[in-house]
């Protein structure tokens, strides 16, 4: 299945998902899919996320308390979903406020480790 098709079925299996992006920690997307509802600039926010993820990342080296595996922001327009995929690799799910984070989390924790395969 293509980055694409897998990132589709994310967003369209997650009750309120707005959009799914596979990004770089340097900030280049590898792939994204955006569903029609988002009312923002989607691909703003996710090279921003980018910049928070490194920075997390390098605080959490700081700190020692182990690799990051999961991120979460809830903004009044919409809830940041991020699961790490490997050392360079992250998956990010975009949710209306109202959406179903839990299984979003849930799906992204399945789908990481085979975007992990396919990226190797």
Request: negative net charge; aromatic residues 6%.
């Amino acid at each position: 299945m293509s980055f694409k098709a897998t990132l589709k079925e994310l967003v369209e299996s997650t009750t309120g998902a707005i959009g799914a992006s596979i990004m770089g920690y340097d900030g280049i997307p590898i792939d994204d899919y955006l569903s029609d509802s988002a009312d923002f600039d989607v691909q703003l926010l996710v090279v921003e996320y980018a910049n928070l993820m490194k920075e997390v990342r390098q605080t959490i080296e700081v700190l020692k308390t182990g690799a990051m595996e999961e991120l979460s922001v809830t903004t009044v327009k919409v809830k940041v979903l991020v699961r790490t995929v490997n050392d360079e690799f992250f998956l990010l799910l975009l949710l209306a406020p109202d959406g179903n984070s839990g299984k979003g989390r849930y799906l992204l924790r399945q789908e990481a480790p085979r975007i992990s395969e396919l990226l190797t």
